[in-house]
T-cell receptor, first 115, second 115 residues
Framework: AQKVTQAQTEISVVEKEDVTLDCVYETRDTTYYLFWYKQPPSGELVFLIR??????QNEISGRYSWNFQKSTSSFNFTITASQVVDSAVYFCALRKDYNTDKLIFGTGTRLQVFP | SAVISQKPSRDICQRGTSLTIQCQVDSQVTMMFWYRQQPGQSLTLIATANQGSEATYESGFVIDKFPISRPNLTFSTLTVSNMSPEDSSIYLC????????????FGEGSRLTVL
């Protein structure tokens, strides 16, 4: 079975704090893709990153960084020096099949950043 | 990237009625996906809409309840039939990106409340 678990339902931080959003996945596939999406209050999901199962290098993009650990089936997302504009629901997702664009989403983590 | 417009953005409906949601994309795409996001929940794929053929429904979703049309490569509609309060959700249209496999672009969603 394929599954994505985001154990943190809601996180609140004060601006400039660092915050890590956890994502644990289950899959029997040897080749797969993982994603993070952001859903701001406007409702539109915004693609943040894709990682394939062959690439375990961590990635940094500005204040965002991702830690992919195949050994623990985790794909965690860290926001450094958080800002109020980071307030949103963040979804981790797993691509369901190799030859498809279907995604399995986690339940999301609502991040609130207070000034 | 793709620009996706959904109508209506929100609506309040009476039990037993049906509502059709429209999704317009600014480029031609082969596949379009319809997702449902129930209050506080994750996204669940309803069906894949392919131009020129019947939509492919995921387990738990049936054509009689969620008929889909796909008249051309830039447009699709999802109808929520015989609505009940349990159908209160955000319904999102999405299309694959041209780049990274599995990357999806989403519309802003249609928030339906059924009384």
């Amino acid at each position: 079975a394929q599954k994505v678990t985001q154990a943190q339902t809601e996180i609140s931080v004060v601006e400039k704090e660092d915050v890590t959003l956890d994502c644990v996945y289950e899959t029997r596939d040897t080749t797969y893709y993982l994603f993070w999406y952001k859903q701001p209050p406007s409702g539109e999901l915004v693609f943040l990153i894709r990682r394939n199962s062959f690439d375990e290098q961590n990635e940094i993009s500005g204040r965002y960084s991702w830690n992919f650990q195949k050994s623990t089936s985790s794909f965690n997302f860290t926001i450094t020096a958080s800002q109020v504009v980071d307030s949103a629901v963040y979804f981790c997702a797993l691509r369901k099949d190799y030859n498809t664009d279907k995604l399995i989403f986690g339940t999301g983590t609502r991040l609130q950043v207070f000034p | 990237s793709a620009v996706i417009s959904q109508k209506p953005s929100r609506d309040i409906c009476q039990r037993g009625t049906s509502l059709t949601i429209q999704c317009q994309v600014d480029s031609q795409v082969t596949m379009m996906f319809w997702y449902r996001q129930q209050p506080g929940q994750s996204l669940t794929l309803i069906a894949t809409a392919n131009q020129g053929s019947e939509a492919t429904y995921e387990s738990g979703f049936v054509i009689d309840k969620f008929p889909i049309s796909r008249p051309n490569l830039t447009f699709s509609t999802l109808t929520v039939s015989n609505m009940s309060p349990e159908d209160s959700s955000i319904y999102l249209c999405s299309v694959p990106g041209q780049g990274a496999p599995g990357e999806l672009f989403f519309g802003e969603g249609s928030r339906l409340t059924v009384l």
